[in-house]
């Protein structure tokens, strides 16, 4: 467009002198008292006053047309913006919420006339607090508040007075007419009704045989204080033929419970002089539910003593205090041959008699203890060994420890009944015994044996071959702590462990293979338990550092899974951090390994299928599902690979070269994937699993050119694209083709905006918001259209007054002042930039 051009069409001089309706000027002294008015309406309706705010709205907007012609709303636009537009709206909905508050308030009203004044009648009520509370909260009414305040403290006197009459009519109804008079006084002091005049008449007239009843009470009170149960329970008794209450019935009950639960006592006594100890038991037992006490235990810890049933005598005395239960106890432990735990509830006891008795105990104790050893002699004269070693261990555990039965136990008959069974033949006897002593007692002795054993035990027999491998690998644990190996004299130079430890895998390795072509089954599962070992051996080290410890002997998984639960109590744990190595000694250690040594097929079939129990087992199973995703992605299965890969995800994060390895299997799967919808799904997956820059550009890449398909189809409006744009764009911040895409749509989001504007004359907003974008195609846009419509209005005679003209070149001039192509427009119209 040329400045040249459109100055052909201008008269400015004819333009000025052009006469305004008189409409028009009086809109220019109206507009500022309409822009006072909105303002203060609004100010009002704020603090809702809203009667107030309408009446304010309805006169400002009553001083405009209805229906203004087109040069009429330019001028409104120009004066006053797009607040009569507001206004005509927040007048709409101030009047709607004043309907709703007189609604809410007209119908607690009607609520509160059909209440009956009844005291115990809250519902009414309760809901006209309720109309009202939601009728405060949209209006701010003087009158309304003062009755919602005497609606809320009449709503309590009643509570007040409610609860007060249920209490008093629990009372009554209970019998307790003193408590429930003082409970109904209170509520009349509330209100007065004939009810509660009534019931106060009522519970008067049963005081007197109230009082009656209660004397008798606290006289049968004070009879049970004096031991006189019989005269207790009498006068409760006479008192309650007149006058049952709870109180009494229980006070009753419990004294007839003393009574018989005496009698009983007393019953049992005269049975036990009698000699009828089982009957006298049943009179104990029956006494001691009706009154427990410390002497009926006694006296039935006393009968079966005397029935001599010494074990019930202890369980009855049991937790009893007292010189007595003590002398009982320790009876009861002498008469079982336990005589030092009867010395120990002996020795306390100072008086004559438990002195003599204490010295008799003494005497047998040591009597005891003298036949025990002579026994243990004979029986290693007589070289049965066995017995003397079962013999000893006994005398250990009964009369505590003894350094000479020690010695003659440790260094004479188990080295006898080792050498015994190792002069014999048969290595399969051997190899039990000797495994039963590497678990007895496990040190460098014990496996050194127990290996050997083993061995030439799997000489003669293949078949037991695993327990070959489980003790062998344990040796090699210790190869180099092993004192056999340490000094040998006869070899003459030290021992190559490293040869020596060679030697002993390739014997196993090649024992394993023999089982290959003739049991296949047999030979995998050899074969895996060999490699746990071996696995297990490379991470320990050389001279383990790490690995679960009995004492000085490290041991290896096998071994700790097959008798982890006869060294509970001695195992000590010396993995620290070592993960993978701490995996192998769960459940899941099988599995672990194969998945080290890269045989991820085996481990899926190895897995067990039991949840994880603790957290050595969880990283097991989640370091087993990561080489199965694994494994799965490099057979291109990506989809087989999300339930392994995401119950490994936690590791996998903790992990950088899981990471790298996962993204360049992604990086190879996606070259194998042609489908637009499936490169979708396998970006989502990648993404959502390690969330890589790789996946991010891949998924929002795809995501972008998703949304780009559905705009093009117009399946998809343009604020819901910009918003999920957004969204894409925060997984990849700086992907171009998403930022491309965003400032596609944004713009015509834009364009569209100015466009509603321009259609609803709202034209200050509309320059506003092509002023404000950060898109220049914007500003150019709706800034050519504002000339365009100025040079077409000038043209065919439609636009003959200057204010408006120049209006419309000033709106252009505020959106694009620097523009090359309008600088001549805005020179013809004397706008300076």
Partial sequence: ????????????????????????????????????????????????????????????????????????????????????????????QWRKQVAEADKLAANAKALLQQDTGNPLETQALSTAITFYQRCSKIICDDGISRILNQCKQELEKRQEFEKLVKEAESEAENRFYQKAIAAYRQAEQLYRTEAVKAAIISCEANVKQEEIYYSAFEKAQQAEKEGKLRSAIALLESALANFKRSDGLDFLEKLQNILNGKEKFRAGLQAEKAGKLKEAEIFYQHAQVLLPSTECQIRLGIVAIKTEEWATGLSHLEGVSGEQAAYLRGFALAKQGNLQAAHREWHPLANATMLAQKEIIKTLCERQRLLALQNIQQLVKDENLEQA????????????????????????????????????????????????????????TTLHNWVVATYYRSQNDNLNLSDLIIALSTALANITQDPALQDVPWLGQAVDLESVSLELKRRLESAIDDFKYNNLNKYLKLRDRYRLEMVALRLMGNSPKWGMKLKDVFITPGCYNSYYHNWQDILVDKIDNQKILRSLYTPWGLAVAACKEGDTQRAMQLKPSAKPAAVAETFA?????????????????????????????????????????????????????????????????????????????????????????????????????????????????????????????????????????????????????????????????????????????????????????????????????????????????????
Avoid at 61 to 74: D, I, N, V
Avoid at 750 to 775: C, S, W
């Fill in 621 to 833: 199973q989640k370091f087993v599902a990561y080489h199965e995703g694994c494994y799965q992605l490099q057979q291109q299965k990506w989809r087989e690979a999300i339930i392994p890969l995401n119950q490994a995800k936690a590791e996998i994060k903790a992990c950088v070269d899981w990471q790298e390895e996962i993204n360049k299997l992604c990086g190879m799967q996606r070259q194998a994937i042609s489908e637009f919808q499936e490169h979708l799904d396998f970006a989502q997956f990648w993404y959502d699993l390690l969330g890589s820059q790789l996946a991010r550009s891949y998924l929002a890449e795809y995501k972008a050119e998703e949304l780009r398909e559905k705009l093009a189809n117009e399946q998809i409006s343009l604020d819901k694209a910009l918003r999920e744009l957004q969204e894409i764009k925060k997984i990849d911040e700086y992907n171009p083709i998403v930022k491309d895409l965003i400032e596609n749509v944004e713009v015509a989001q834009e364009l569209k905006e100015i466009q509603r504007l321009f259609g609803n004359n709202q034209f200050e907003a509309m320059v506003t918001r092509a002023r404000r974008t950060r898109h220049e195609r914007v500003r150019f846009i709706v800034a050519e259209f504002f000339i365009e419509i100025l040079v077409a209005g000038v043209s065919n005679g439609n636009l003959n007054n200057l204010e408006v003209v120049l209006q419309l070149g000033r709106w252009a001039y505020e959106i694009c002042p620097n523009e090359p192509a309008f600088q001549e427009v805005y020179r013809s119209l004397r706008l300076r930039y």
């Fill in 1 to 92: 467009m040329q400045g040249g051009r459109l100055m052909s069409f201008l008269d400015f001089n004819a333009l000025s002198k052009t006469v305004l309706g008189v409409g028009i000027v009086d809109a220019w002294k109206q507009a500022p008292q309409t822009k006072t008015a909105s303002q203060k309406a609004e100010q009002l309706a704020q603090n809702k006053h809203l009667r107030e705010a309408v009446t304010i709205a309805e006169k400002a907007l009553a001083a405009w047309s209805q229906k203004p012609g087109f040069w009429e709303r330019l001028i409104q636009q120009l004066l006053l913006g797009n607040i009569l537009d507001q206004l005509t709206e927040q007048l709409k």
């Fill in 389 to 444: 070693k079962t013999a000893s261990t006994a005398f250990i555990k009964k009369f505590g420890f003894d350094s000479l039965v020690e010695t003659n136990l440790n260094e004479h008959i188990q080295p006898s009944i080792e050498s015994a069974i190792w002069q014999g033949n048969d290595w399969g006897i051997i190899a039990n015994i000797a495994e039963k002593a590497w678990i007895c007692e496990p040190n460098f």
